[in-house]
């Protein structure tokens, strides 16, 4: 049920209470003393929209996120969240007092607290949640976060009724997803009653009035029904909980949203059963079903197959006690508690002096950090369809031949089944047999499939597979293996090519690249060891020569070979492997220049660059407007179809923040969002972008688009 208009007044020391029950150390209690005190003077005289004073809104957020079993950091980070947002607070203060982690965190929050989505459409959602998960530097960020909006959802009566609905079409596009991801039922549930409450009002007080038409009849049927089972499990000698409830207003909505009626919906009542072990649950529903019967195909085991957000329980739907329908969980104390906290539940069992907790809990997250931080999507609409297919898809799940369980979304195939086994088992498969038959590499799994992967030492991925995997582990296992494969490869080249120069030149490779000289280079050229000297001739980072010539200490450069070998080319060749055509020379190291950052439709020109081939330049870029001898000639290959990296600096009012818009706004237009930065100042917002484009046309249009965007003062290239 949605929480009441009113909250209880709520203090420290009534926090401080439920805190000490979970958080032991004398030192960390004395930290979250310090942080409360802290937080109450940063803000003291500030009062929230419901009038109450502003630090009851961090006591809250502190309040849900030990609820959840976390630990003092997350605790101190909760009470500490809008220090910087509405304390003026600067980030190396909060760190100086209270240690980097806490301070990360604090910062990932404040970031996090001023986007907002721009509209309602799935669009929007998804990438505010790329962004939201790129920002959460730390896990724990996104249990304050579902705390922060859990307390805004129960006071969001505070606000104008258009807020309102735009917060709780926000929660629900955003942010419940997260908290399902994350299994924490305990706010998900909440947010969705909420959500419904203040975008549906009509509906919600509808399906509350009939609740109430038969709350007593309802909760007579559920005592009996509990004290029915009661009586079963005592029997037996069975340890164990019990606890019914009426279903949620939002489960009941999602059932009449389905197309059911009203007087069709009779599993409003549920049970759960809370015992000892994993074999009591299974000898439980036998003995439950035993006296009541089961409605077939409605009997679910959760526990032998978990849930995508790793829930476990075993769910039955039985005929009870005057005729109602009942739904039955039955699961241990353990997955109650992960049930209801998801992994934040994981903190109450810490191992100190190890990151062991952390890393279970970031597990949670690495799909999305998978497709955040690997750069593999050039676009939202690669990303929307990776979330969609490892993280919101419907999932299967599927055996190995020992039974052990895999989890999968559906449409997998067996390549994406034998690199969630091992990324060694993935790279040496050779075929599949799915439930004794063979199939092939492409077959979709379906729910229950015993899958078993044929492998072969000498076996190595194929590029094809690319075209049909379903998981982002999948894919980037695949592009890895053929990234080190390339390396390996260019590292070899790089070795035959410096040893032919060095028979060219009669000179002795021991003489040449002894440790003293390899040191010598390495030093130099800011490089690892002698593999990577190789690896940067194989890539024509480098030239042999000019390694030869830093080796012995010759003055001879390699800007000096280039400007020889551009002064006597030959005729220009018709075919270029490079983006851009330096004067004739078809295989060239070619960069970029980092300054301007030049993009295909730019004026541009060459410079010479001190052994790492020609940086190219925008014609007008002013650290290369003296220069005289060593530019070249350079030109866009009209046959490439790369895209290029180049700065965007967007300044607006300061009457928001408007991040959100401004990704919408250059995404549409199918440009991709590398890195951000924003600044805030006293009358404006300045947006420092890294945006990947095709053209010049494209990014003016990109300009053009953000300048017609009414609270925009400039838009212009470069920082």
């Known amino acids: 049920m949605v929480k009441k208009i009113q909250e209880e007044p709520i203090t420290f020391q009534m926090v401080y209470e439920k805190i000490r029950q979970n958080i032991l150390d004398t030192n960390e209690l004395l930290q979250i003393k310090e942080a409360y005190n802290y937080a109450a003077k940063k803000h003291e005289g500030m009062k929230r929209l419901n009038g109450e004073d502003f630090i009851t809104h961090p006591l809250h957020v502190a309040d849900i996120v030990n609820s959840l ?30 240690g980097a982690t806490v301070a990360t965190i604090v910062d990932s929050i404040t970031k996090i607290n001023k986007l907002e989505l721009v509209d309602d459409s799935e669009y929007s959602a998804i990438y505010l949640r790329k962004v939201l998960v790129g920002l959460a530097t730390d896990v724990r960020v996104l249990f304050i976060k579902l705390a922060d909006r859990l307390h805004n959802m129960r006071t969001n009566y505070a606000v104008n009724p258009k807020k309102q609905k735009d917060k709780a079409y926000e929660t629900q596009a955003v942010l419940i997803p997260i908290a399902h991801r994350l299994g924490i ?53 069975l340890k164990f909980k019990i606890k019914g409830r009426v279903k949620s207003v939002h489960s009941i909505y999602n059932k009449l949203a389905k197309g059911k009626k009203w007087n069709e919906i009779y599993d409003i009542l549920a049970i759960r059963v ?24 409605r009997f679910k085991d959760y526990i032998a197959m978990p849930k995508a957000n790793m829930y476990q329980s075993l769910h039955t739907t039985v005929f009870g006690v005057d005729g109602h329908l009942f739904e039955v969980q039955f699961r241990t104390f353990e997955m109650d508690e992960f049930a209801e906290k998801g992994m934040a539940s994981h903190w109450s069992y810490k191992e100190h002096g190890t990151k062991k907790v952390q890393h279970i809990m970031e597990q949670k997250l690495e799909m999305f950090r998978n497709l955040i931080e690997t750069n593999e999507t050039q676009d939202d609409v690669s990303f929307a369809s ?26 997998a195939t067996p390549i994406d089944f034998a690199y969630r086994i091992h990324s060694d088992v993935g790279d040496k498969t050779v075929g599949a047999i799915v439930n004794d038959n063979i199939v ?8 229950n499939d015993i899958v078993k992967i044929k492998t072969n030492n000498t076996a190595s991925p194929n590029k094809d597979w690319l075209t049909f995997v379903k998981t982002s582990q999948a894919k980037n296992k695949i592009k890895s293996y053929f990234s080190k494969q390339e390396r390996i490869f260019l590292t ?3 070795k035959d090519i410096l040893e032919k120069e060095l028979r060219k030149k ?58 020889e070998k551009v002064n006597t080319r030959n005729i220009t060749p018709k075919v270029y492997k490079n983006d851009i055509i330096v004067a004739g020379i078809p295989e ?105 484009v095709k053209n010049k046309e494209e990014l003016d249009m990109v300009i053009r688009d953000l300048d017609n965007l009414t609270y925009i003062i400039e838009v212009r290239r470069g920082k």
């Open 69 to 98: 079993n976390v630990d003092a950091t997350t605790i101190i980070a909760a009470l500490l969240h809008e220090v910087m947002n509405n304390g003026d607070t600067l980030l190396s203060e909060v760190e100086e007092k209270f």
């Open 185 to 237: 039922n305990s706010i998900k549930s909440e947010l969705e009653d909420l959500c419904l409450y203040y975008t549906k009002p009509d509906v919600y007080k509808d399906i509350l009035e009939k609740l109430e038409e038969t709350r007593e009849e309802l909760n007579d049927s559920l005592n009996e029904m509990i004290e029915s089972i009661t009586s079963i499990l005592q029997e037996q000698g």
């Open 274 to 297: 809370i015992l000892d072990e994993v074999s009591d649950c299974y000898m439980a529903v036998g003995l439950v079903h035993a006296k009541y019967r089961p409605i077939p195909k």
């Open 386 to 411: 990776d979330v969609s297919s490892d993280m919101l898809a419907e999932m299967i799940y599927v055996f190995t031949p020992k039974g052990d369980v895999v989890e999968l979304p559906r449409g």
């Open 440 to 447: 092939p590499l492409n077959h979709e799994l379906d729910n």
């Open 492 to 494: 070899e080249k790089g």
């Open 506 to 563: 009669k000179l002795s490779f021991g003489d040449v690249l002894n440790d003293e000289n390899i040191k010598k280079i390495t030093k130099e050229l800011k490089l690892k060891d002698l593999e990577d000297i190789y690896l940067s001739i194989g890539t024509l980072r480098y030239t042999a020569g000019f390694i030869i010539g830093l080796a012995s200490g010759s003055k001879e450069t390699v800007e000096d070979a280039l400007i």
């Open 588 to 692: 060239i190291l070619v960069n970029i220049a980092k300054c301007c950052k030049p993009v295909k439709g730019d004026n541009i020109i060459g410079y010479i660059t001190k052994g790492q081939g020609v940086t190219v330049h925008k014609s007008d870029c002013s650290n290369i407007s003296d220069e005289e001898t060593r530019l070249i000639e350079v030109s866009w290959n009209p046959n490439s179809d790369a895209s290029y990296l180049t700065d965007l600096y967007v300044l607006s009012d300061n009457k928001k923040n408007y991040l959100t818009d401004i990704i919408t706004v250059v995404t549409k237009r199918n440009a991709y969002i590398d890195s951000l930065k924003t600044k805030e100042y006293p009358s404006s917002y300045a947006y420092e972008l890294v945006i990947k």
